[in-house]
Nanobody, 126 residues
Framework: QVQLVESGGGLVQAGGSLRLSCAAS????????RGWFRQGPGKEREFVAF????????TYADSVKGRFTISRDDAKNTVYLQMNSLKPEDTAVYYC???????????????????WGQGTQVTVSS
């Protein structure tokens, strides 16, 4: 059974930092693109960051560019999201995802991903 499990969420003050982790089990994702999405209260799930393979090409949403960094450790089958200079508008449930075998629709399109974690809550207080 394939599972993606996020951890590292929590409550932080504006300007603070958090590091999210997403550990995969059940299969290897070392040759698979990995992404992070988030869903704020009353909002649609939106793209945050992507890291490809090989070489770890990255893309980011404009709203997090320069503040968030995505990375991967394929030996651990894990992807990370380092979040700095957090803002109240970053408050959301954060989901990790792994690329599927179907048609690729772009790193920012949820339909490109077949595997999803259960989410971890990030709350940024002002």
């Amino acid at each position: 059974q394939v599972q993606l499990v996020e951890s590292g969420g929590g409550l932080v003050q504006a300007g603070g930092s958090l590091r999210l982790s997403c550990a995969a089990s059940g299969r290897t994702f070392s040759t698979t693109g990995r992404g992070w999405f988030r869903q704020g209260p009353g909002k649609e799930r939106e793209f945050v960051a992507f890291i490809g393979y090989p070489g770890g090409r990255t893309t980011y949403a404009d709203s997090v560019k320069g503040r968030f960094t995505i990375s991967r450790d394929d030996a651990k089958n894990t992807v990370y999201l380092q979040m700095n200079s957090l803002k109240p508008e970053d408050t959301a449930v954060y989901y990790c995802a792994a690329e599927g075998s179907g048609a690729w629709r772009g790193s920012d399109d949820r339909r490109s991903y077949d595997y999803w974690g259960q989410g971890t809550q990030v709350t940024v207080s002002s």
